[in-house]
Each structure stands twice: as C-alpha cells, then as structure tokens.
Nanobody
Framework: QVQLVESGGGLVQAGGSLRLSCAAS????????VGWYRQPPGKQRDVVAT???????NYADSVKGRFAISRDNAKNTWYLDMNSLKPEDTAVYFC??????????????WGQGTQVTVSS
C-alpha cells in the first residue's frame, strides 16, 4: 500500500505563488507516473500536470507557463510550483501516482487533497 501526504496549500492573493508537495510512503517497488489534479467547487477533477521519468512533462493549457511540476525520486516526493496564481486556480489540489508493487502489479494512489484559494 502507498500513502500520499500533501502539504503547501493555503490562501494567496492573485499574482502570488505557492508550492505544493506530495510525499509517498509505504511498500512499493517503484513510483512511476506522478501528477497533480484539481477540483474547483462544483466541478469535476481535472489533470494539472503529470511527469514520468524519461518523458516530457504534461501540463493543462490553463497552467502552462505558470506552473511547474518536479520530482525528487530519492525522496519519493514531487512538487507543484504555482506562480502568477489567478482566482480561477482556486480548487482542491490532489496528488496522484502510479506505483509498482512488490507483486509486480501497478496501482493508482491519491492524496487526501489540499485547498488552494486565490483571492482577487
């Protein structure tokens, strides 16, 4: 089983910055794809950014040039640096990963979510 713990959400003014972190722990052979998703109030959860080792990162069009995803494989931790934040970025942000278990199977895991609120 893999546990994901997020941190870094909060309240920020428009134009400000925040950094989200997600740390994975538990029993697994390898963390594969990691990513961030968000769910605005009353809307569905959508992808923000994903990263897989050895492939280009992927970003939602709405955050390109403002957000950056990165990962520290040694710490099993990944980050989302959010700059030039806008009120429409307000959402609950979830981290997600696929992990290879010791039995060789891959599974998807989600964090508990962290609130990001951008005031105008």
């Amino acid at each position: 089983q893999v546990q994901l713990v997020e941190s870094g959400g909060g309240l920020v003014q428009a134009g400000g910055s925040l950094r989200l972190s997600c740390a994975a722990s538990g029993r697994f052979r390898e963390i594969n794809t990691v990513g961030w998703y968000r769910q605005p109030p009353g809307k569905q959860r959508d992808v923000v950014a994903t990263i897989t080792s050895g492939t280009p990162t992927n970003y939602a069009d709405s955050v390109k040039g403002r957000f950056a995803i990165s990962r520290d494989n040694a710490k099993n931790t990944w980050y989302l640096d959010m700059n030039s934040l806008k009120p429409e970025d307000t959402a609950v942000y979830f981290c997600r990963c696929t992990a290879t278990r010791y039995d060789g199977l891959r599974a998807i895991y989600w964090g508990q979510g962290t609130q990001v609120t951008v005031s105008s």
